[in-house]
């Protein structure tokens, strides 16, 4: 059962979405300050912190494919959109007083610097917020599959997916108002219910595999991440 313990390192994953605020599209630098001092929260009490970031509020690979342009060419430029808001989202975090590295699986060296494991954790062990972009750096895999991968890698305790609503409920809780929250899911209820697509199929069968607990919470709550990284019940977990 998932109890309550303060998590060492923990996986955090932000969609480009939720960093273009109340913009239509792009990267909104005031809800990503907000963001920086959520994080500085969970830094503050002990816990080393690893960002993965989305890229949608740029591009979608795969709503970019069609006849003239190549699902794989539409997944690049979706790791492009990436590299984009580890940028700038690591800028703003600098700037608070959140020391902060961003790294890419993409190589472009002017820009970013290549990840590596070694790097990384050299990072996370100096005390810096590590922001990873570019995905797994290979097409036809989401941000949400390269989050749970990435935090097997660097050995975090738990992957924290940020969501619009406080949880993983029975239906969509914006259209059906009927919708029941689950405070815990097991993964074999997570996979087999179609309803539940808060994260790809492919990322939950991957921490299923390697038995690493999903938590799914709210970002706009003030403190959530803290309490994530704390073990303070929040959201929904999902486990063994």
Same mark, same amino acid.
């Given at each position: 059962?998932?109890?309550?313990?303060?998590?060492?390192?923990?996986?955090?994953?932000?969609?480009?979405?939720?960093?273009?605020?109340?913009?239509?599209?792009?990267?909104?630098?005031?809800?990503?300050?907000?963001?920086?001092?959520?994080?500085?929260?969970?830094?503050?009490?002990?816990?080393?912190?690893?960002?993965?970031?989305?890229?949608?509020?740029?591009?979608?690979?795969?709503?970019?494919?069609?006849?003239?342009?190549?699902?794989?060419?539409?997944?690049?430029?979706?790791?492009?959109?990436?590299?984009?808001?580890?940028?700038?989202?690591?800028?703003?975090?600098?700037?608070?007083?959140?020391?902060?590295?961003?790294?890419?699986?993409?190589?472009?060296?002017?820009?970013?610097? #290549?990840?590596?494991?070694?790097?990384?954790?050299?990072? =996370? $062990?100096? +005390?810096?917020?590590?922001?990873? *972009?570019? /995905? !797994?750096?290979?097409?036809?895999?989401?941000?949400?599959?390269?989050?749970?991968?990435?935090?097997?890698?660097?050995?975090?305790?738990?992957?924290?997916?940020?969501?619009?609503?406080?949880?993983?409920?029975?239906?969509?809780?914006?259209?059906?108002?009927?919708?029941?929250?689950?405070?815990?899911?097991?993964?074999?209820?997570?996979?087999?219910?179609?309803?539940?697509?808060?994260?790809?199929?492919?990322?939950?069968?991957?921490?299923?595999? #390697?038995?690493?607990?999903?938590?799914?919470?709210?970002? =706009? $709550?003030? +403190?959530?991440?803290?309490?994530? *990284?704390? /073990? !303070?019940?929040?959201?929904?977990?999902?486990?063994?």
């Amino acid at each position: 059962m998932y109890t309550k313990i303060m998590h060492k390192r923990i996986l955090l994953k932000l969609s480009g979405e939720q960093l273009q605020g109340e913009h239509t599209s792009g990267f909104d630098t005031e809800r990503a300050t907000w963001i920086a001092h959520q994080v500085k929260e969970a830094v503050d009490d002990g816990s080393q912190v690893v960002i993965m970031v989305g890229g949608g509020n740029y591009a979608r690979g795969a709503q970019l494919a069609n006849d003239k342009i190549q699902r794989i060419t539409g997944d690049y430029v979706g790791m492009l959109a990436t590299m984009m808001n580890a940028l700038t989202l690591a800028d703003v975090f600098n700037s608070e007083g959140v020391d902060t590295r961003a790294l890419s699986n993409v190589e472009a060296n002017q820009v970013l610097d #290549q990840f590596t494991h070694r790097r990384a954790m050299s990072h =996370l $062990t100096k +005390g810096r917020v590590v922001i990873v *972009a570019g /995905g !797994t750096g290979r097409p036809f895999l989401t941000t949400d599959t390269a989050a749970v991968n990435l935090a097997l890698e660097l050995a975090c305790d738990i992957v924290v997916k940020t969501t619009k609503v406080d949880g993983v409920y029975s239906a969509d809780p914006t259209k059906d108002p009927s919708a029941t929250k689950f405070d815990r899911l097991t993964y074999d209820q997570a996979l087999a219910d179609p309803a539940i697509t808060v994260m790809d199929k492919a990322a939950l069968g991957l921490a299923m595999e #390697q038995h690493i607990p999903v938590l799914v919470c709210e970002l =706009l $709550t003030d +403190g959530n991440i803290a309490r994530a *990284a704390s /073990g !303070t019940p929040v959201g929904t977990v999902i486990e063994d």
